[in-house]
């Protein structure tokens, strides 16, 4: 495994004022195929013309890196090529897609999750992406397939959330220092799939991924 950050140990990255300092951020290297240039994408941002610019790089970098080495590499070495949807959101962004119902939660809400640079209300460090899988739009049909990956992330990856959107069965997946491990959905069935304390939480779910490659690191 590279290094995950082509910075120095001890350099602090600040909140780029310039498009070499954003340049040079971008490049910040999270883990094997994942940079953080690759999670800057917004279409709020962009069609509002909003910053989607870390207010504390080194926070971003250092959830993000986590993120990506723990769940997102996992995923993209065994099912190939991940699409990201959305990744990290600056507070501003964040704040006007929840004041607009742009589908985002408030701030406070989002911390730790899309807003990586912040910390959630018990000063944990988290990040989520929002992917889509298309080996799984490749391979399945019906409505209620996702809980097929959905299974078998569950069962081989140290996620904190997922939540499964209808369309190309995109989801939320975060890494959080505190992993809840819990998975909605808002395709049928729509709700919550699994949590703590439920009877189907603990034990093996391989009977609904049979045919799923085996885990690759």
Not at 82 to 89: P, V
Request: some cysteine; hydrophobic content about 40%.
């Amino acid at each position: 495994m590279i290094p995950a950050v082509d910075a120095q140990e001890n350099d602090v990255m600040r909140k780029p004022n310039s498009m070499k300092g954003l340049e040079d951020l971008g490049r910040v290297r999270l883990s094997q195929n994942f940079f953080l240039r690759d999670f800057l994408h917004s279409e709020i941002a962009d069609f509002y013309r909003i910053s989607n610019i870390p207010e504390d790089p080194d926070l971003a970098i250092e959830a993000g890196k986590r993120l990506c080495e723990e769940l997102l590499e996992p995923l993209e070495a065994t099912f190939g090529r991940l699409h990201i949807r959305s990744g990290y959101r600056s507070p501003a962004v964040n704040r006007f897609g929840n004041d607009n119902k742009l589908n985002c939660s408030t701030n406070a809400s989002t911390a730790a999750h899309h807003i990586w640079d912040m910390r959630d209300f018990d000063g944990c460090m988290g990040a989520a992406v929002c992917i889509a899988v298309p080996w799984m739009v490749d391979h399945y049909h019906d409505e209620s397939d996702w809980q097929r990956l959905a299974w078998w992330i569950h069962d081989h990856l140290p996620y904190a959330s997922l939540c499964f959107f209808p369309k190309l069965w995109a989801f939320n997946i975060q890494w959080h220092e505190r992993p809840k491990r819990v998975i909605q959905s808002y395709i049928s069935p729509r709700g919550i799939l699994t949590k703590p304390g439920m009877a189907n939480w603990q034990g093996d779910h391989s009977e609904w991924y049979e045919g799923f490659p085996p885990l690759r690191n």
